[in-house]
């Protein structure tokens, strides 16, 4: 029962790399949602996909681009590392965009810009 | 814009003894209610969740009621143990421009001391 899978686990970056992170769910799920969890600062929504085929910026884009490349996977890309955005990156998926519906997070990346 | 606030911490205990989190929240709509946790290394995980005034929502001996008038949700345990140290969020999910997104507190910390 993987339910949310994340990779990878964790990577450090050189300012200006990029990277992609991986995730995907096999609960069916209909809703998709990236956050990024800083200290003091709680979890703060990056994107999220409402439905396959549609995305929308969250909290806090700037940096970041999403592609719901199926139902299942949903990918955050970071076209050119900045050290603000070393933190851990949690992808979330639920049962669809109700208001009664329940997250189910991943275990997390854990990113390192330097 | 819609807000959690959740008390700070870290919430320092010995086993058997009495736990309360404060939790209150600001809406523009009417939300659902929802308390996850977080083991160190992992991703959040529903604890419990309530979705209308004076619902309890209640697991493995945590208990909270959603209290319209006073706009909390605090999350309460009558008897502490060591496997509980964690980390607890608070958070709504409420209706925007459409689509519901979800809140977070900012977490608190628990120990509980053997």
């Known amino acids: 029962n993987a339910g949310v899978t994340q990779t990878p686990k964790f990577q450090v970056l050189k300012t200006g790399q990029s990277m992609t992170l991986q995730c995907a769910q096999d609960?069916?799920?209909?809703?998709m949602y990236w956050y990024r969890q800083d200290p003091g600062m709680g979890l703060r929504l990056i994107y999220y996909s409402a439905s396959e085929g549609t995305t929308d910026k969250g909290e806090v884009p700037n940096g970041y681009n999403v592609s719901r490349l199926n139902k299942r996977e949903f990918s955050l890309r970071l076209e050119s590392a900045a050290p603000s955005q070393t933190s851990v990156y949690f992808c979330?998926?639920?049962?669809?965009?109700?208001?009664?519906?329940?997250?189910?997070f991943g275990n997390g990346t854990r990113l390192t810009v330097t | 814009g819609d807000s959690v606030t959740q008390m700070e911490g870290p919430v320092t205990l010995s086993e058997e003894a009495f736990l309360t989190i404060n939790c209150t929240y600001t809406?523009?709509?009417?939300?659902?209610l929802f308390w996850y946790v977080q083991y160190p290394g992992e991703g959040l995980q529903l604890l419990l969740k309530?979705?209308?005034?004076?619902d309890k929502g209640s697991n493995k001996g945590f208990e909270a009621t959603y209290r319209k008038e006073t706009t909390s949700f605090h999350l309460e345990k009558g008897s502490v143990q060591v496997s509980d140290s964690a980390v607890y969020f608070c958070?709504?999910?409420?209706?925007?421009?459409?689509?519901?997104?979800?809140?977070f507190g900012t977490g608190t910390r628990l120990k509980v001391l053997a």
């Open positions: 809406a523009t709509g009417y939300p659902s």
């Open positions: 979330a998926s639920s049962e669809a965009n109700v208001r009664n519906s329940p997250l189910h």
């Open positions: 309530a979705t209308k005034a004076d």
């Open positions: 958070a709504l999910s409420d209706q925007a421009s459409g689509t519901y997104k979800y809140i």
């Open positions: 609960m069916n799920h209909n809703s």
